[in-house]
């Protein structure tokens, strides 16, 4: 039985066939990547005008700069590198920083709505964004990369991160430690 391709080997054949002049391929990694792109522009603490902003600027960057990306399966790791550093410019421009997003996967229409559930919901969403709002900046990058990458990509977790690979797991670890118990002072746990 043959072993599906890694995120990684799937993504450079999209490069590869990319550079070479597929549309369809080129799509398609916009379609996987975009969410990872969209959501290191939010939590670094943009707006959604601006992060939209960023999304598409950190797009047409690689295309411009394509044919120069010399190692395809790095194509992930590129885009954290090119979102943070885009983020941080445009955060700069807006000379503030805005308030922590709600967004939530969470926040997805319910059939079910009900405004007691709903009120339970948005009082518990709000602790949380609270309390991970007190945790320090690097946890929650930290936490927003894995999440969104997952472990098959701590290598560009890492390197977007400037952190060793190896410390990935301990220093999320840790991070997730701290995020309990600012929730346990909450009551939330």
């Not at 995120?7 to 379609?31: C, F, N």
Request: proline share 5%; net charge positive; glycine share 6%.
């Amino acid at each position: 039985m043959a072993q599906a391709p890694s995120p990684h080997d799937r993504q450079a054949a999209l490069v590869i066939a990319a550079k070479a002049g597929s549309r369809e391929a080129l799509d398609a990694l916009i379609t996987e990547l975009t969410p990872l792109v969209w959501h290191i522009a939010r939590g670094n603490g943009l707006d959604r005008t601006t992060a939209e902003d960023v999304v598409q600027t950190v797009w047409l960057s690689l295309l411009r700069h394509l044919d120069r990306l010399q190692e395809p399966r790095a194509v992930a790791g590129w885009l954290i590198v090119a979102t943070r550093r885009e983020s941080q410019r445009a955060w700069r421009e807006l000379n503030g920083r805005p308030a922590l997003s709600t967004d939530s996967a969470l926040d997805m229409p319910d059939d079910r709505w009900l405004p007691e559930t709903e009120a339970l919901r948005d009082d518990r969403d709000r602790r949380l964004w609270q309390a991970f709002g007190r945790m320090t900046r690097k946890c929650q990058e930290l936490l927003r990369l894995t999440v969104l990458a997952g472990r098959a990509e701590y290598r560009a977790v890492a390197e977007a991160l400037s952190m060793p690979r190896g410390s990935i797991g301990p220093t999320r670890g840790r991070c997730l430690n701290t995020l309990r118990q600012h929730l346990a002072e909450e009551d939330l746990l």
